[in-house]
């Protein structure tokens, strides 16, 4: 019988430059195709993915002469560097290539030599005005300054001018042909809007193309003609086919060619959505799915960039917390397309309140009940309950919606839904109280149950987090007693209800640490004392209650203080305080210490729900005016939802609530 073939996932990075240390904006890149490949693997595909560096070029030149090196003991030199912390972040790629391989180089001169003979290259000579930085010619319209000098646009560095004898790639004959090609695949581009610019930047014409140098001696030659040498785009860009076999494994370039992406931050895009369909549509390629141009990294609200001092480097985040805090992080943040803004205080708050609280606590505390109530072993429970069973349907739902956001690379939003479904887990055992079933030995089965269903929910979440946060996902299912690990369970065969009573679980350890800001920050000295010069400024010490803050776990040891939560003035800032009038207050049915009310908030009514019924009466609470945080994300509380959160002080477990003492209007801003 014949073997059915796996459909093909062919994805890649763009080729890093040698010279530069990579960074988070790097690594976002990188992370981004790992978390896909290993998501399409899940989905059954035979999946390719590739990295390296980009070694040519004048830029390497100069690195290298400053340094009094050669440009290849350069590179070798420092390819460790990306190299090392790919291995740090946990990326599976197949195969890195550096453009320095000899395969390469030939694959290069091949494919020039083609195009040379069918006419599509041409010799002539060029004028005009070239950046060294971004290894790119200015386009003409670029105004001249004061002086008559001209300045790249992209990274704002002075352009020289270069004449030389040259040759050129027919580009104006593709225009055409790239234009019928974007209108037939609309997806080619990624996203959308960034489709249009590059469809209207053809549509405004396009000039054939200076593709080599006789100035540059760090390149591939040209054959035949080895005055010049190759432009470092042409170059790199062909790292795309020759990495996968073009000219030396041809068996595995006819299988994995054309890529299914091609993922690029948004500053080269025009390179991959213009010029490399030219150079592929000229040699009788076919052309790849999607080129997928994401945002930017910024710090301090510009693209973080080696030439302008502001560049993190991930090795200080990674030492204290392993890969997966930083995967999760730059996943769950922004959508891929927009600009992110990189701040040590929103890493933390992520890593202590997604990881460490949400999901890291739920294993912990499951685990650990498992194995003080049932010696570590998932005991044979009792039949489901309707409210049981709505864990397993909503993960089979949860699965198939998480695969499609997968599938179409909307990975913030995937893990949105997934921490949503954490959520309900947690929201399941604070209901079910499985530390008080516990107390009763007549409700065993019952207490099995309970946990059956928490550690399955458990396992279901680790598996989808698979692609983001591997590491973290094969140790719990490690913990779980699972002899299986994620990666070799298919998607469409992984099943809620495969975990099943008689396994041995575990202890677990801490999956994510808990980690406080001024630790953190001392590797990252400089940015430590700007964040704390903040809070001092802000004039407002550090909680000390125990309460939940934007920034858990966080400690400053200032002596006679225990614990506290620090947050900036600017995450403070971002809690919208209102002054309310309570217009109803009733009694929730079944929930001894909940109230639902119905306050005025000045611009609407709202109903919320508030542990205070041990405190106040229903009946003494109307009219009442108190302070309620309104933009607070609704949760629904014993089937209520609440809209808003009101803000007591806890007294041997009671709430007491600062009412105002005298008339103030519904709305008012607190501040
Ligand atoms: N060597 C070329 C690519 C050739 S591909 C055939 C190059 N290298 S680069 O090292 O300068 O950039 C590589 C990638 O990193 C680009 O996609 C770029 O957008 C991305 N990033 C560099 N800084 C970034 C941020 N601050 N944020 C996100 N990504 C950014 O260009």
Redesign the pocket.
Known sequence: MEKKSKPTFYITT????VN?VPHI??A??TIIADALTRFQKLAGKDVFFLTGT?EHGQKIEKAAAEKGLTPKALADAVVGRAQDLWKALNISHDFFIRTTMDFHERGVQKLFQRLLDQGDIYKGEYKGWYCVSDENFLAEDVPADKEGGKACPDCGKKAIVVSEETYFFRLSAYQEKLLAHYAAHPGFVRPQSRMNEVASFVRGGLKDLSITRTTVKWGVPVPGDPAHTIYVWFD??H?YVTGIGYDWNMPLFEKFWPATVHL?????LRFHAVYWPAFLMAAGFALPGTVFG?G??LKDDT???KSRGNVLDPQAILKTFGPDPLRYFLLREIPIGQDGNFSHEGFLHRVNSDLANDLGNLVQRTLTMVRNYFGGVIEDPEAESAKDGRLRTEFEALKNRVFGLYDDSSLNRALEEIWSYISDVNRYLAEEEPWILAKDPGRRKRLARVLLQAAAAIRGVSYLLFPVMPGSAEKIWAFLGEEKKPAEILYPEMRFDDFKPGRKTLAPEALFPRVDLKTFLSEEIKVGEEVLAVIEKAGRGPRIDGGESPVPGVEAKKEGMKSMDIITYDEFKRMDLRVAHILKAERIPGATKLLKLEVDIGTEKRQMVAGIAETYAPEDLVGKRLIVIVNLKPAVIRGVESQAMLLAAVVDDKALIPFFDREVQAGAVVK
């Open positions: 763009p080729i890093y430059y530069d904006g790097h976002y890149t980009d790199a860009l790292n690029v931050g948004k500053d080269i994401h930017w990294w693209k973080m960039s």
